[in-house]
């Protein structure tokens, strides 16, 4: 009789689903629903695969949302910037949930060093961190090389099995402390962070690693977004709030969706999706007319070292099948 009524996770995502879309049925919204979608659907479009991404890599729907918005739709940096930090409480926050739904591995007993780290960072990071918007779609690149060179050392170099470390809770804690520093500056960061320590340093496998960095960036978004909005009452733009609104359903199915496909995927057909997202975004610098000149030559130079570097490494390491 009890097991009968036990409580199950398994209705956990669609329960809240139903929540959000009823919330949004229901709530007083900037703009009528019509409106909102007539000049904001650049927004839901591109959650269409920011969200996916979110949810089936360790990128971040913002390694979608940013580039596309600043650079196909030429919203300014930093409200792409604010709209991907905040569109991620959704689309993180809902994978998060489909992943417990589904009773897929998370690892919470790693992730408990990660979030206290957040909560000290995040309010002091968001006040004191400013990049004109320039530099901030400059910096958002170079973060892409490094999270390639990480996913490149990740499958290239994985000798050794999962191994236990002496000094494991201070590592998880100073990573989430530099992911959540990055998350805050350019949107996204401490996923990628997280997904570099946990199968580079740690061993463990893309796949089983992946659900881990999701939940990571969730709690990041979630607390940046508290912050921003209840306790430091930042005044966001008209462009980022009625995105929000826009997008927050596509978010809440779409990131669900990549999670879903995340455990049909075999590893090496996953991080040929993720050279894909890494080389749209690059060349989309590259080739961006309103970036200074000088910054797109620096990507250039960088993408070119980073093919260099994985070149020499290749000739004298033998890479592992997955």
Same mark, same amino acid.
């Given at each position: ?22 919330? !949004? ?21 591109? @959650? ?16 979608? /949302? ?11 940096? *930093? ?5 991907? #930090? ?27 060093? &990660? ?8 309010? =002091? ?17 170079? =973060?892409?090389? +490094?999270?390639?060179?990480? #996913?490149?050392? &990740?499958?290239?170099? #994985? ?11 201070? *590592? ?16 996204? $960061? ?15 496998? *893309? ?7 999701? +939940?990571? @960036?969730?709690?990041?978004?979630? &607390?940046?977004?508290? !912050? ?12 980022? +709030? ?10 809440? +199915?779409?990131?669900?969706? $990549? ?27 590259? =080739? ?11 990507? /250039?130079?960088?993408? &070119? ?18």
């Amino acid at each position: 009789m009890s097991s009968k009524f036990k409580p199950s996770s398994t209705w956990l995502y669609p329960t809240a689903l139903l929540s959000l879309v009823l919330f !949004w049925l229901f709530s007083d919204k900037p703009l009528a629903a019509t409106e909102l979608f007539a000049q904001y659907w650049t927004s839901a479009l591109t @959650m269409v695969f920011g969200s996916f991404v979110a949810g089936i890599t360790p990128l971040g729907g913002g390694a979608v /949302a940013f580039p596309v918005l600043t650079k196909l739709f030429a919203v300014d940096a *930093i409200d792409a910037k604010y709209f991907s #930090l905040t569109i991620q409480t959704i689309g993180m926050g809902f994978a998060t949930l489909f992943f417990i739904s589904r009773k897929v591995k998370i690892h919470w007993e790693l992730l408990g060093y &990660c979030f206290p780290a957040a909560l000290i960072v995040l309010p =002091f990071a968001l006040t004191q961190t400013s990049l004109s918007a320039q530099w901030l779609r400059f910096a958002f690149s170079e =973060f892409i090389l +490094v999270t390639a060179w990480v #996913l490149w050392l &990740c499958n290239h170099s #994985l000798y050794a099995r999962r191994h236990e470390l002496k000094y494991k809770p201070v *590592i998880l804690f100073a990573t989430a402390v530099l992911g959540s520093f990055l998350s805050a500056s350019l949107g996204s $960061g401490s996923d990628v962070v997280l997904f570099f320590v946990l199968v580079y340093v740690l061993k463990y496998p *893309i796949k089983e690693a992946i659900p881990s960095t999701v +939940v990571l @960036m969730a709690f990041n978004a979630i &607390c940046a977004s508290v !912050w921003l909005v209840f306790i430091e009452s930042i005044e966001l733009s008209t462009f980022v +709030v009625n995105s929000w609104w826009t997008a927050c359903l596509v978010a809440a +199915v779409g990131a669900p969706l $990549g999670a879903f496909m995340l455990t049909l995927l075999k590893e090496h057909t996953l991080r040929k999706l993720i050279y894909l997202v890494i080389t749209l975004e690059l060349l989309s610098t590259i =080739f961006n007319q309103s970036l200074d000149i000088e910054l797109r030559y620096l990507v /250039a130079a960088s993408s &070119c070292v980073l093919l260099l570097a994985i070149a020499h490494k290749r000739l004298r390491t033998k890479p592992i099948k997955a």
